[in-house]
Nanobody, 119 residues
Framework: QVQLVESGGDLVQPGGSLRLSCSTSKDIVRINDMAWYRQTPGKQRDLVASITTGGTTNYADSVKGRFAISRDYAKDMLYLQMNSLKPEDTAVYYC?????????????WGQGTQVTVSS
């Protein structure tokens, strides 16, 4: 069974940076359009950034110019570099397949990684 394991979350001050990692297996990163999502208590999980198998990236307006999604095929890893962090970026971050239609199969969600931006 596919497992997605997110890591790298932490408490950081506004303006700081973090790099999130998503460990996968079975060539998941190579064969799928992948994405990072985030969720705050009581709210739905929202798309933050996506990357296609061809390398095309897309970002939510709120993170454009600050976040960068990337992947490493050899290591089956997905990354999210987050710069100029703001308090509103505070959330639990998850990785999974990109699902623009909302109807595609999603892998079982991992536990996520908590990002807290606060002074």
């Amino acid at each position: 069974q596919v497992q997605l394991v997110e890591s790298g979350g932490d408490l950081v001050q506004p303006g700081g940076s973090l790099r999130l990692s998503c460990s996968t297996s079975k060539d998941i990163v190579r064969i799928n359009d992948m994405a990072w999502y985030r969720q705050t208590p009581g709210k739905q999980r929202d798309l933050v950034a996506s990357i296609t198998t061809g390398g095309t990236t897309n970002y939510a307006d709120s993170v454009k110019g600050r976040f960068a999604i990337s992947r490493d095929y050899a290591k089956d890893m997905l990354y999210l570099q987050m710069n100029s962090l703001k308090p509103e970026d505070t959330a639990v971050y998850y990785c999974n397949r990109n699902n623009p239609s909302g109807r595609s199969y999603m892998y079982p969600w991992g536990q996520g990684t908590q990002v807290t931006v606060s002074s």
